[in-house]
Every structure is written in structure tokens, then in C-alpha cells.
């Protein structure tokens, strides 16, 4: 018989994660086991630190063997947002509110996911809440990072003239999504390829440390709701337009199938699906190409030019088929209303 949540209570799931949550351990003088976590602090950075929740139903389903993907993916999403920050990950602290019905062996699914994302980008899990949640599970991690005081990001760097650059391909998480949820049916090697981008997205710490040493970067953000909304962002930060070219964007032949099969614009799913975890960055003329190189040199990802910044009055646009179109604000909203 399958043992509940319920029938371990709060230090029994305490239990599950307690072991292999340290792969840094010199920098932390007291971690899970105390009120508080006790870290160490490099001298000369600055601290970084965010806090990403997903809730069941709201950013994913339960099901019977996708704990562990569920664990990684939240753990991903936090190391993306440091990295979007021009930072390395360091401490992690998870909260996490179960169902009490639900069977223990799922919530170590989930710490295993989590980590194994963490032991993969050096992070330390310290600390963190266990409490009953009624009705949805819900997974809440906080994490720190540093990041040298002349290397930090910001999404308010962009100027007029600038080149933007992006890591990876666009559109395979919410091609992978398609798979899942509307059982499109592709060939075997597109599905093991859309599935795992879409299961254990690979947030780019290498590769923004990389451009770094290539060059200046003058502004940054992840794609976490789609490169339409992120190329928003740096431009309302920056109070600057940008122009996007479509046949620039890196599009991978997976997303290309899929979309075929569905009859979907590729736009769907390169500007509006999300959570690719890419890094879309801009930088001086001068400078891209090297930066481009420099990152496909050192981390074996490519990085693609796919634009450029343009002065705020020239708007947001696509230059698709020699016709230049106005890209939306799309991506998921919170509260939207109906």
C-alpha cells in the first residue's frame, strides 16, 4: 500500500531532502537542520536573489511519474533568472505546500528533480517550509546568487543601435507542450528531443559568463513568457523600440514538424510560447558578432543575432515576408481578466 503524505506528516517529508543538498558545503556554516540557514558571503559581489512559485493546474498537472521534471523545471526557472542577471546560482530555499492525500513517493520525485537541477549548476539547498495545502500542490523556490559589481544585468541597458542576440533555439518548450497536451503524434527522434527541452530546460549561466568575458552586455533577460514579451520588457525598461527579424530566429526542425502538424503560425510558438529559458541580450554593434562567438566557443551553444534596437517612437515590430509588423504583448498573465 502506497504511503500518503498524511501519514509521514511534516518531518517525514523534511526527511526526503535532507540528504545530498550541499555541493558547495565550504560555503555554508549551518544548512537544513537549524531555524536558519548560516551561508558565507563572497567579498567583493553583489548579492542576487529571487523567488519563483508554480502552483498544480496553474503551471502544471500532477501525474503519476512527472514529479521529478516538476521539481526540475522550478529549480530551472530560478537559475534562469540569476543568470539573466549576468550571476551564478549559490543558495536555494524550498517551500513547498502538499496535498496531504497525495503519495510520499511523488513529493521525492519532486526533490529529486530539484536536486538534480541544483547539483547540476553547483547550488546549495539550506533550508526552507513544509506545510498542508487543501487543494493544489504548490512549490516555492527562493534563491540566491552573486555576480561580480561590474557584471550585473539589467533589462534597462538597451539603446538605440544596439544588436540583439539570442542563445539556443525559440519554441521548443511549447512545442514539447503540444506533445503533452494535445497528443500530436511526430517522429520518435522529435519527440525525445521536444520532451526533454520541454522536462529539463538548460537555464544559460555558462553562456552569459561567457559573453561577458567577450564584451560589454547592455541589457538582458530570460525567455520565460516568450521572446515577444522579454523583447517588451527591455524595451519598456530601456524606453527604446526594437525590430526583430524572422528569418534570423533560431528555430529548430522539431518545432518546424510540429508546427506543420498542427497548422499553427511558427510565431505561436517562437515569440508567444515561453519558457525556453533562453537568454535574449543586446550589445554594441561592434561587439555581437564576437560575443556570439565567444559563447558558441566556449559553451558549444549557439547564440543568434535577431535584431536590433531602434529608437521608442519606431514601435516593436517583426520584419517578416519584407513587411514589418508590430509584435504584441503576449506571454501568460497572471489575473487577466476575462
Not at 31 to 51: N, W
Not at 155 to 183: C, F, H, M, Q
Request: glycine share 8%; with cysteine; proline share 4%.
Amino acid at each position: 500500500m502506497a504511503m500518503r503524505v498524511s501519514d509521514i506528516g511534516e518531518f517525514g517529508l523534511i526527511d526526503l531532502i535532507k540528504n545530498d543538498t550541499l555541493y558547495n558545503p565550504s560555503d555554508v556554516v549551518v544548512g537544513i537542520g537549524d531555524d536558519t540557514a548560516v551561508l558565507k558571503h563572497p567579498p567583493e559581489k553583489l548579492l542576487l536573489a529571487t523567488t519563483d512559485m508554480m502552483i498544480e493546474n496553474v503551471h502544471f498537472v500532477v501525474m503519476p511519474d512527472n514529479g521529478e521534471q516538476i521539481g526540475y523545471r522550478a529549480m530551472a526557472a530560478n537559475v534562469s533568472d540569476i543568470a539573466s542577471m549576468g550571476g551564478f546560482p549559490t543558495h536555494a530555499m524550498i517551500s513547498i505546500g502538499v496535498r496531504p492525500e497525495m503519495e510520499a513517493s511523488y513529493i521525492e520525485q519532486v526533490y529529486n528533480g530539484l536536486k538534480k537541477c541544483s547539483k547540476l549548476y553547483g547550488v546549495n539547498i539550506v533550508g526552507g517550509d513544509t506545510v498542508s495545502s487543501p487543494q493544489n500542490l504548490v512549490i516555492n523556490v527562493a534563491l540566491l546568487g552573486v555576480v561580480e559589481q561590474e557584471n550585473y544585468l539589467l533589462r534597462s541597458g538597451a539603446k538605440p543601435g544596439d544588436i540583439i542576440l539570442v542563445t539556443g533555439y525559440l519554441g521548443d518548450s511549447r512545442a514539447g507542450l503540444e506533445l503533452i497536451t494535445n497528443r500530436v503524434k511526430v517522429s520518435k527522434k522529435t519527440e525525445e528531443y521536444l520532451l526533454k527541452r520541454h522536462y529539463y530546460p538548460t537555464p544559460r549561466v555558462k553562456e552569459i559568463r561567457a559573453a561577458l568575458k567577450a564584451a560589454p552586455i547592455n541589457s538582458a533577460d530570460d525567455i520565460s513568457d516568450g521572446l515577444g514579451n522579454e523583447i517588451h520588457e527591455i524595451a519598456s525598461a530601456s524606453n527604446v523600440g526594437a525590430v526583430i527579424w524572422f528569418d534570423s530566429l533560431p528555430i529548430s526542425d522539431a518545432v518546424k514538424e510540429v508546427a506543420d502538424l498542427t497548422k499553427k503560425d511558427l510565431l505561436d510558438y517562437v515569440l508567444f510560447g515561453g519558457e525556453d529559458f533562453e537568454i535574449v541580450m543586446t550589445a554594441d554593434p561592434e561587439n555581437a558578432e564576437l560575443i556570439a562567438k565567444v559563447i558558441k566557443d566556449e559553451t558549444g551553444t549557439e547564440a543568434t543575432i535577431i535584431g536590433k534596437i531602434v529608437d521608442r517612437s519606431e514601435g516593436i515590430l517583426l520584419f517578416r515576408d519584407n513587411q514589418y509588423k508590430k509584435i504584441e504583448k503576449k506571454g501568460y498573465i497572471h489575473f487577466k481578466q476575462k
